[in-house]
């Protein structure tokens, strides 16, 4: 498990990550209900992967808040309205609002935190080649020409801008219930997608919601986080 922290615009966003074989075997970390909800999984795939999500999640969440030391159990995140993940603590206090967000891909799992209503979205993608048919059914007409425009770096392009598109949907609370064309990524200053290092990154929704967050790619891996405070919605 490895954690980091981002200054975005949308405040101090928590990273935490890990594999999946650094999830505990025992049930002791879960809730009562995220027990229960564990105990519905009938793919033992799902289940490991439910797992692994809420694993960094509640290490994202406990930092946030300043407390690494809250017992996970205490962190219980499940599925709200439209299937984004809620949190709520159940140690005695007072606790400020959290939002979360997970992601998990080749046993690799993601989450992001930050403290208030934040409109919050991460995901974490494999650097897998993709189809042309894939690249013209998501993307834009820009966003594929982008992709096209190189040989050696496309897959990691399409990647990058579909692991975007898939951080900027979750914090929408769509995910991919909507058209992942009607989110458009700014390719500018994204000329070079390799490197470990975080970059800026820019996502705009129907034309004027516009998301700014950060993208690195490393480990094999496409990492991508968007976010932004309600109150900036116009």
Same mark, same amino acid.
């Given at each position: 498990?490895?954690?980091?922290?981002?200054?975005?615009?949308?405040?101090?966003?928590?990273?935490?990550?890990?594999?999946?074989?650094?999830?505990?075997?025992?049930?002791?970390?879960?809730?009562?209900?995220?027990? $229960?909800?564990?105990? &519905?999984?009938?793919?033992? #795939?799902?289940?490991?992967?439910?797992?692994?999500?809420?694993?960094?999640? #509640?290490?994202? %969440?406990?930092?946030?808040?300043?407390?690494?030391?809250?017992? &996970?159990?205490?962190? $219980?995140?499940?599925?709200?309205?439209?299937?984004?993940?809620?949190?709520?603590? @159940?140690?005695?206090? $007072?606790?400020?609002? %959290?939002?979360?967000?997970?992601?998990?891909?080749?046993?690799?799992?993601?989450?992001?935190?930050?403290?208030?209503?934040?409109? @919050?979205?991460?995901?974490?993608?494999?650097?897998?080649?993709?189809?042309?048919?894939?690249?013209?059914?998501?993307?834009?007409?820009?966003?594929?020409?982008?992709?096209?425009?190189?040989?050696?770096?496309?897959?990691?392009?399409?990647? @990058?801008?579909?692991?975007?598109?898939?951080?900027?949907?979750?914090?929408?609370?769509?995910?991919?219930?909507?058209?992942?064309?009607? %989110?458009?990524?700014?390719?500018?200053?994204?000329?070079?997608?390799?490197?470990?290092?975080?970059?800026?990154?820019?996502?705009?929704?129907?034309?004027?919601?516009?998301?700014?967050?950060?993208?690195?790619?490393?480990?094999?891996?496409?990492?991508?986080?968007?976010?932004?405070?309600?109150?900036?919605?116009?």
């Amino acid at each position: 498990m490895s954690t980091e922290r981002l200054t975005l615009p949308a405040g101090d966003i928590v990273l935490a990550r890990a594999t999946a074989s650094s999830v505990p075997a025992e049930e002791g970390w879960l809730s009562a209900r995220e027990a $229960e909800v564990q105990a &519905r999984f009938r793919v033992c #795939k799902r289940a490991a992967d439910w797992r692994l999500g809420r694993w960094v999640a #509640k290490e994202a %969440v406990a930092h946030a808040l300043g407390a690494p030391e809250l017992p &996970r159990a205490a962190a $219980e995140i499940l599925a709200g309205t439209g299937g984004s993940p809620v949190v709520r603590i @159940l140690t005695p206090g $007072e606790w400020p609002e %959290v939002s979360v967000s997970i992601s998990h891909a080749a046993g690799t799992g993601l989450a992001a935190a930050t403290l208030g209503a934040v409109r @919050l979205g991460c995901d974490v993608e494999e650097l897998s080649a993709r189809s042309d048919e894939f690249v013209s059914d998501y993307f834009t007409a820009e966003e594929a020409a982008w992709i096209r425009a190189v040989t050696r770096e496309r897959h990691a392009r399409a990647n @990058l801008l579909w692991s975007a598109k898939e951080s900027m949907l979750k914090a929408l609370g769509e995910g991919l219930r909507k058209d992942t064309r009607s %989110v458009v990524v700014g390719v500018e200053g994204l000329e070079r997608a390799v490197g470990d290092a975080w970059r800026s990154l820019k996502v705009v929704s129907a034309g004027r919601d516009e998301f700014a967050g950060a993208w690195r790619v490393a480990d094999g891996l496409v990492w991508t986080v968007v976010g932004r405070k309600p109150e900036s919605h116009a």
